[in-house]
């Protein structure tokens, strides 16, 4: 079946602007991540939404960062007045519930330029 | 808090090396732990896993054992190909999450 898919792959702003990246989990997946990937800092953990349950914030950088997932399936990651420290590659991934085993499936990701 | 300590790299061996890649973590609770892989131009895809101590995971010829008692999970593959030129991450669970270290790049050359 279908991975995860997330759009666009490649995204350039200007500092300033608003943007907003989205991810298709794989279908029946009903935990979904978000992560940042950025040189010299490795992957960091930004937000988590499990089922309907209200979602884990407590990795977002900042308060122009936020987050929401529309029917349990497609989640859309916001991200207001950039800055240039944002540019890094967003990184989303799903897995069947959340929990400690459960294997975290990553979609290719988008790659933000903030100019 | 949580967190995952993996050694820097790059890391450059010749095909057929032994290749070993250490990773600690903080020992907060019974985590599971991972290690993850990001081949050139894709994206991150597991490679294996251990849920409790002493636990062995294994794949494509890579191994780790969760070793409690040094809070470890290193990697180890006895005979590298150039196929297995990569990024490598370790990751343990926390609060539903994952929290990775910050990768090594591994470099084989024929």
């Known amino acids: 079946g279908a991975g995860v898919s997330q759009s666009p792959s490649n995204k350039v702003t200007e500092k300033g602007k608003d943007v907003e990246l989205r991810c298709d989990p794989i279908?029946?997946?009903?935990?979904l991540y978000w992560y940042r990937q950025s040189l010299g800092q490795g992957l960091e953990f930004l937000i988590y939404?499990?089922?309907?349950?209200?979602?884990?914030k407590s990795g977002l950088p900042s308060d122009r960062f936020s987050a929401e997932r529309t029917g349990g399936s497609v989640s859309t990651l916001t991200i207001q007045r950039t800055q240039q420290e944002d540019s890094a590659v967003y990184l989303c991934?799903?897995?069947?519930?959340?929990?400690?085993?459960?294997?975290?499936?990553f979609g290719p990701g988008t790659r933000l330029t903030v100019l | 808090g949580d967190s995952v300590t993996q050694m820097e790299g790059p890391v450059t061996l010749s095909e057929e090396a032994f290749l070993t890649i250490n990773c600690t973590y903080t020992?907060?609770?019974?985590?599971?732990l991972f290690w993850y892989v990001q081949y050139p131009g894709e994206g991150l895809q597991l490679l294996l896993k251990?849920?409790?101590?002493?636990d062995k995971g294994s794949n494509k010829g890579f191994e780790a054992t969760y070793r409690k008692e040094t809070t470890s999970f290193h990697l180890e593959k006895g005979s590298v190909q150039v196929s297995d030129s990569a990024v490598y991450f370790c990751?343990?669970?926390?609060?539903?999450?994952?929290?990775f270290g910050k990768g090594t790049k591994l470099s084989v050359k024929p």
């Open positions: 251990a849920t409790k101590a002493d």
């Open positions: 939404f499990q089922g309907n349950s209200a979602p884990d």
């Open positions: 991934a799903s897995s069947l519930v959340q929990g400690r085993e459960n294997e975290q499936f």
């Open positions: 020992a907060t609770g019974y985590p599971s």
């Open positions: 990751a343990r669970g926390s609060q539903g999450n994952l929290i």
């Open positions: 279908s029946g997946h009903t935990a």
